[in-house]
């Protein structure tokens, strides 16, 4: 033992192993080392990557003005790593001997070590790289987190003569496209729903949709589990959803625009979100009896029913249920789906609901709008049914909400 340190969980032991199975004692700290920075090459980043439909734990490590998200995957690559270079940069003389010359060139391909300025430790240093080659400004990108850093590059060291190795190892920090959430639509506003919808580092689920190409990064999913039931919930989808229905708008409107129905029939296969009832808001500065849906995205995203007619909501939904088990219709016609369109939808659970199409997804998969509880449900088609009129007379009871 050379040292004794303490984090926070317990003592920490600093030493050297030896290796006693032979006839003399053998210092196997090198080899052990070496092999160490061998699995670190070898990185499961991209394991996890190649293979379209992985799912694997994540979070998300930083988010772009541009809409560039930055994932990292759960494990513990980058305490090793971060391990690793304190150790040797625990060496002052050797610091002094790889510090980066500030006259010299930066290399938009070469690593580079920077302290983090926004570390509460002087001493720490990150991995970073050049973050825009052809501009003369001095940001830095961190490769293991994704964000940026301003850099004076006096303070630069070469990591490569301090271990090519670690130099090799790839970034913690992996670019990703969030799927059907398009760059060209991407705004200030997304940015902050995003970051509402998944904190920084809070733990999401991660599923490959598309596997990352030349230049191009990978297509992916984002979960998060719902503490209420553990069920997980589409962080995309809720991207995507707050992005069609604006920010003053309290109620569902479809993906696209849909011009109303001129018809004024109850044949419902025609009828379209904008056709239904819309539960009445009072004035602003005026009060209501709400009650709060279970399942809360976040303090500025969550769905509210006007509690006047939560007993109107519970006998529709008996109905529904009642008549929905003993129907025998004929199926929907996939060719006549549309988004936006209302009808009735058996959820996984075998329960009835009103719902409007959100997405159609690959078939037979749709996305469903629950009109009265506000989430979004994947389902079949045969779990689709048209609406009958009966159904249509009360007014659509989920309303979004936000805490002011």
Same mark, same amino acid.
């Given at each position: 033992?050379?040292?004794?340190?303490?984090?926070?969980?317990?003592?920490?032991?600093?030493?050297?192993?030896?290796?006693?199975?032979?006839?003399?004692?053998?210092?196997?700290?090198?080899?052990?080392?070496? *092999?160490?920075?061998?699995?670190?090459?070898?990185?499961?980043?991209? =394991?996890?990557?190649?293979?379209?439909?992985? /799912?694997?734990?994540?979070?998300?490590?930083?988010?772009?003005?541009?809409?560039?998200?930055?994932?990292?995957?759960? +494990?513990?690559?980058?305490?090793?790593?971060?391990? &690793?270079?304190?150790?040797?940069?625990?060496?002052?003389?050797?610091?002094?001997?790889?510090?980066?010359? @500030?006259? @010299?060139?930066?290399?938009?391909?070469?690593?580079?070590?920077?302290?983090?300025?926004?570390?509460?430790?002087?001493? *720490?240093?990150?991995?970073?790289?050049?973050?825009?080659?052809?501009?003369?400004? +001095? !940001?830095?990108? &961190?490769?293991?987190?994704?964000? $940026?850093?301003?850099?004076?590059?006096?303070?630069?060291?070469?990591?490569? #003569? $301090?271990?090519?190795?670690?130099?090799?190892?790839?970034?913690?920090?992996?670019?990703?496209?969030?799927?059907? /959430?398009?760059? *060209?639509?991407?705004? *200030?506003?997304?940015?902050?729903?995003?970051? !509402?919808?998944?904190?920084?580092?809070?733990?999401?689920?991660? !599923?490959?949709?598309?596997?990352?190409?030349?230049?191009?990064?990978?297509?992916?999913?984002?979960?998060?589990?719902?503490?209420?039931?553990?069920?997980? =919930?589409?962080?995309? &989808?809720?991207?995507?959803?707050?992005?069609?229905?604006?920010?003053?708008?309290?109620?569902?409107?479809?993906?696209?625009?849909? #011009?109303?129905?001129?018809?004024?029939?109850?044949?419902?296969?025609?009828?379209?979100? #904008?056709?239904?009832?819309?539960?009445?808001?009072?004035?602003?500065?005026?009060?209501?009896?709400?009650?709060?849906?279970?399942?809360v995205a976040s303090p500025s995203n969550f769905v509210v029913q006007p509690y006047a007619q939560i007993n109107q909501l519970e006998e529709m939904m008996q109905n529904l249920q009642h008549v929905y088990n003993n129907y025998n219709g004929a199926p929907v016609?996939?060719?006549?789906?549309?988004?936006?369109?209302?009808?009735? @939808?058996?959820?996984?659970?075998? =329960?009835?609901?009103?719902?409007?199409?959100?997405?159609? $997804?690959?078939?037979?998969?749709?996305?469903?709008?629950?009109?009265?509880?506000?989430? /979004? #449900?994947?389902?079949?088609?045969?779990?689709?049914?048209?609406?009958?009129?009966?159904?249509?007379?009360?007014?659509?009871?989920?309303?979004?909400?936000?805490?002011?």
């Amino acid at each position: 033992v050379l040292g004794r340190e303490e984090d926070d969980v317990s003592l920490v032991a600093v030493g050297i192993l030896f290796d006693t199975t032979g006839d003399g004692d053998v210092n196997v700290n090198d080899k052990i080392t070496a *092999e160490v920075e061998e699995v670190l090459e070898h990185s499961e980043l991209d =394991v996890l990557l190649a293979k379209k439909t992985r /799912i694997f734990d994540a979070h998300i490590s930083h988010i772009e003005y541009n809409g560039d998200v930055y994932i990292q995957i759960k +494990s513990d690559g980058l305490l090793i790593l971060t391990t &690793m270079l304190n150790n040797l940069l625990a060496d002052e003389e050797l610091v002094q001997k790889i510090r980066f010359s @500030a006259s @010299a060139q930066l290399q938009p391909t070469e690593m580079y070590l920077a302290p983090r300025t926004d570390s509460n430790s002087e001493q *720490e240093y990150v991995r970073v790289t050049v973050a825009f080659p052809n501009s003369t400004n +001095s !940001k830095m990108r &961190m490769v293991d987190y994704g964000s $940026l850093l301003d850099v004076d590059k006096s303070k630069l060291l070469k990591l490569r #003569e $301090l271990s090519a190795k670690i130099a090799r190892y790839p970034p913690r920090a992996i670019l990703v496209e969030l799927n059907n /959430i398009p760059k *060209e639509h991407w705004n *200030e506003k997304m940015l902050t729903m995003l970051k !509402k919808l998944a904190p920084p580092m809070d733990s999401l689920v991660c !599923k490959v949709i598309q596997n990352p190409g030349y230049a191009k990064a990978p297509v992916v999913e984002l979960f998060r589990r719902n503490q209420h039931d553990n069920q997980l =919930v589409s962080i995309n &989808m809720g991207l995507e959803l707050s992005q069609a229905l604006g920010d003053n708008n309290n109620n569902v409107k479809p993906k696209k625009r849909l #011009e109303r129905s001129a018809s004024k029939t109850h044949n419902t296969e025609d009828v379209f979100f #904008e056709a239904m009832k819309q539960p009445k808001i009072p004035a602003l500065h005026k009060y209501f009896e709400v009650h709060v849906i279970d399942a809360v995205a976040s303090p500025s995203n969550f769905v509210v029913q006007p509690y006047a007619q939560i007993n109107q909501l519970e006998e529709m939904m008996q109905n529904l249920q009642h008549v929905y088990n003993n129907y025998n219709g004929a199926p929907v016609n996939p060719e006549a789906l549309k988004e936006g369109k209302i009808y009735a @939808a058996k959820n996984n659970a075998g =329960v009835w609901y009103r719902v409007c199409i959100h997405r159609i $997804l690959d078939s037979p998969l749709l996305a469903v709008y629950l009109l009265d509880f506000g989430n /979004i #449900e994947v389902i079949g088609l045969d779990q689709l049914q048209p609406l009958k009129s009966e159904f249509m007379d009360l007014p659509c009871q989920a309303i979004r909400a936000s805490l002011y």
